[in-house]
């Protein structure tokens, strides 16, 4: 079946340390949405890319899209506590609009 | 603008039972998606509605079933509650015709089936 991975499924950082987490597709996504759930919260959304090898930039958040439109990465510069939560990638596949998102990276900030 | 209201907050069945969710969509948004999150999951997409219909389903049993009203607000309904069906219950709407599909989610309905 369709399904999206991320990798690694947990990250403890130090702050001030970086941090990235990696999303794989199974088969070509049309589109790709990064998702921060806070613990007890709700998943918000952060970012879309559509471009294949698309690059973005939210202060210290950097987003990437494969160039096979198959893969992602979203990394975090000098990470702070506030950037704690669960970070999801998701995505619809070609010819299917609904949104298959990723197993999900959970990141702690050790002080 | 108003964003996205799930009741109740919390509930707690027991096995057998039937539950039924509600959802009011973000002011302008046509479309509501609803998702199942295990403690520890992700997301899993388990119906969408658009204009009052069905418009796609994910891997649930039929008696998950859902409705979207005129104002766009919607209910998730399960039958026959198992264990399983414990989680959290997210409702996340979005503006299909707008060309993006970026959901807006609700802060979830927290089930409990003893």
């Not at chain 2, 027991?14 to 039924?20: H, S």
Request: proline letters at 4%.
């Amino acid at each position: 079946g369709q399904q999206v991975m991320q990798i690694p499924q947990y990250q403890h950082v130090q702050e001030g340390e970086d941090f990235t987490t990696y999303c794989n597709s199974s088969t070509t996504l049309s589109n790709i949405q990064w998702y921060k759930q806070r613990p007890g919260g709700h998943p918000v959304f952060l970012i879309q890319l559509v471009k294949s090898g698309e690059v973005k930039k939210q202060k210290r958040l950097t987003f990437q899209f494969g160039e096979a439109k198959k893969n992602s990465s979203l990394h975090i510069t000098a990470t702070q506590t506030t950037d704690v939560g669960t970070y999801f990638c998701a995505g619809p596949f070609f010819g299917n609009e609904k949104l298959t998102f990723g197993t999900g990276t959970r990141l702690t900030i050790i002080p | 603008e108003t964003g996205v209201t799930q009741s109740p907050t919390h509930l707690i069945k027991t096995r057998g039972q039937q539950v039924t969710l509600r959802c009011s969509s973000q002011s302008g948004h046509n479309t509501v998606s609803w998702y199942q999150q295990a403690l520890g999951q992700g997301p899993q997409f388990i119906f969408q509605y658009y204009r009052e219909e069905e418009n796609g389903r994910g891997n649930f049993p039929p008696r998950f079933s859902g409705l979207q009203f005129p104002n766009y607000s919607s209910e998730l309904n399960v039958n026959a509650l198992e264990l399983d069906d414990s989680a959290l219950y997210l409702c996340a709407s979005s503006a299909l015709l707008s060309g993006a599909n970026v959901l807006t989610f609700g802060a979830g309905s927290r089930l409990t089936v003893l």
